[in-house]
């Protein structure tokens, strides 16, 4: 078995996501997680645990 990694890209709609956020009271968490993806942009694949 040969396995393999590959790019993950995921849409994703951010106004249902804070909205989901604001319900559980996670909202400072997903900002930060929302402003490190726009600030950092893509992660590569060497910096993901398997």
Not at 9 to 29: P, S
């Amino acid at each position: 078995m040969v396995l393999q990694r590959t790019s993950l890209h995921v849409d994703i709609d951010e106004e249902d996501l804070r909205a989901q956020a604001a319900k559980y009271g996670i909202d400072d968490v997903i900002d930060a997680l929302l402003q490190s993806l726009e600030t950092h942009g893509e992660v590569g694949d060497d910096r993901l645990s398997e």
